[in-house]
């Protein structure tokens, strides 16, 4: 179960502070799952991450998401709704770790992409071939060994829809049509930055109910965060009216 007390949330949020985006995802993860090791997490499959993270967000901020994009075609500024709870049907945790693809007399194992994976390959050179060799398990043409770079263009497609069956929540894609020229627009949802963005402008808030009620009664940090959010708010409305 997800760790949603005040104090762990702005400790995940300071912590955020100095990280980059894949940091931070790391630290949102961390919250969603204290049942993992923190060693562990960067392993997870992708699509069980998106799974977890939305979890943690319907768990803090409800079922309903605002989301804003642009018409790829008009330029036009789109804002919808989307139900949280319907959207995570699609994110379903993968049910395994590794597919298996036979293509031509090739016999592959590769293993679902996870969060360190994508990380040590945007460092390379060649982002998609760093991707392909860290993630392949094995590949035998024939009953012979071969390496990552010397599976044919062909193979490597039949790999790439193997892991998008497996798990497709590892790349959330939206296709909204726009209201005013009527054409799609696609636009990949990252839930982590989604949710650090909710989390950031709820841990402000919080911290400027500290810093009130701490002047007005002289309570420290943690005996205000210990109060539910009914009666911080009720104690706040009391000081207003003072």
Known sequence: MANT????????????????????ALLLHG???????????????????EHDLLALRRALFGERMQVRLD??????????ELDAGEFAQSLDRPGRTVVQVAEDGWEIVFRLPAAADLTAA??????????????????AHDGAPRAADALPA????????????????????LSVGCPECGAPTRAELDIASYLWT???????????DVHLLATAYGWSEPEILALSPLR????LELCADV
């Open 5 to 24: 007390g005040a104090a762990t949330l702005l400790a995940t949020w300071e912590a955020g502070l100095a990280e980059a985006p894949a940091g931070r």
């Open 31 to 49: 919250t969603a799952r204290p049942d993992l090791d923190a060693a562990a997490l960067p392993a997870v499959p992708l699509g069980e991450r």
């Open 71 to 80: 018409c790829h075609a008009c330029g036009a500024d789109m804002e919808f």
């Open 122 to 139: 945007a460092r390379a050179a060649d982002p998609r071939a760093a991707l392909l060799a860290r993630c392949l398990v094995s590949a």
């Open 154 to 173: 062909p193979v490597q497609r039949r790999i790439a829809e193997a892991v998008e069956a497996a798990d497709p929540g590892a790349d959330v894609t």
């Open 198 to 208: 909710e989390l950031d402008a709820w841990a402000r808030d919080v911290l400027l």
């Open 232 to 235: 911080r708010r009720y104690y």
